[in-house]
């Protein structure tokens, strides 16, 4: 039985890698360490409801603040993922059980018990599975959708690149409210940091999203600090807005084990804030651009200010 706390046994494929130096944080992205009541009582909701989060998978620096509000993102379809990005502090490897029947249900309680009016639901890669775990995605969404009609559906997919290409007509058929697939990284970095994933293949899956549905919105994000440059970021803005992406985020990648990918240099805020304002002169509804961003930090407020962009756009059409 593998003990996923040890890092040999959570990431066999970078046992043998050689280590990579991990520098200094800068001021500005050093956060405070988790805990009082609010952080508690998150915890246990997910404990006594046996879910996973990848809140804690993915060592997010934002936990302590999202958890004390009470706002956790589940991650459903188990805690060991297929494929092996080496950016990601996910579990890796095979799968060990097949899917479990009542993780919607489980998930839909403890949205309810927390009271989310906006809840971020999201997965490990399992192509192990055939449809990729796109029904699963969609049982979820009604089961929440049922016991909590006001709380709006965020999610973030897999690329569900080995599968038919119909199966993700499951998940959007199921009417999340935002339909998230981070393209992660610039496509130059993709063999080294993405390397199971192909660029254009995520850049379609979004697209085929708003072609099935032009209502849903639909999301995507970057890491910055894995050693792209400032013309590639550029560049994927523009691929986005091409794939008539609603909302961007870009966030500096954090190195979560010496076995993971460099960092390559931490960002200035400067510069996030210039991307920012580049972002939204191309189009985009709604930016997110910090040092700390992340795909649902904030998601909640941010789903809010997308939703008003949205319909101030609509009213001077």
Sequence with gaps: MRDLKIPEQRHP?????????QPKKPAWIRVKAPGGKGYADTAKIM????????????????????????????????????????????????PPEAL????????????????????????????????????HFAQTIRAVRHRSPDTTIEILTPDFIR???????????????????????????????RPGARYFHSLRLLQRVKEMDPSMFTKSGIMVGLGEDRQAVIQVMEDMRA????FLTIGQYLQPTPKHHRVDRFVHPDEFAAYEKAAYGKGFLMVSATPLTRSSYHAGDDFAKLRDARNAKLAKA
């Design 100 to 135: 479990d029947s009542f993780e919607p249900g489980r998930v839909a309680d403890a949205v309810a018990k927390l009271g989310l009016n906006h809840v971020v639901i999201t997965s490990v890669d399992r192509d192990d599975i055939e449809d990729g775990g796109a029904e």
């Design 163 to 193: 599968c038919d290409p119909k199966v993700l007509e499951q998940v959007v058929e199921a009417r999340p409210d935002v339909f998230n697939h981070n393209l992660e990284t610039v496509p130059g970095l993709y063999p080294e940091v």
């Design 243 to 246: 794939a008539d992406i609603d």
């Design 13 to 21: 494929e970078k046992a043998r890698k050689p280590d990579n130096a």
């Design 47 to 94: 404990r006594d409801n046996k879910l996973v989060t990848v809140c804690e998978e993915a060592g997010c620096p934002n936990v302590g603040e999202c958890w004390s509000q009470g706002h956790a993102t589940m991650m459903i379809m188990g805690e060991v993922c297929t494929r092996a990005c080496t950016f990601c502090n996910i579990a890796t490897g095979k």
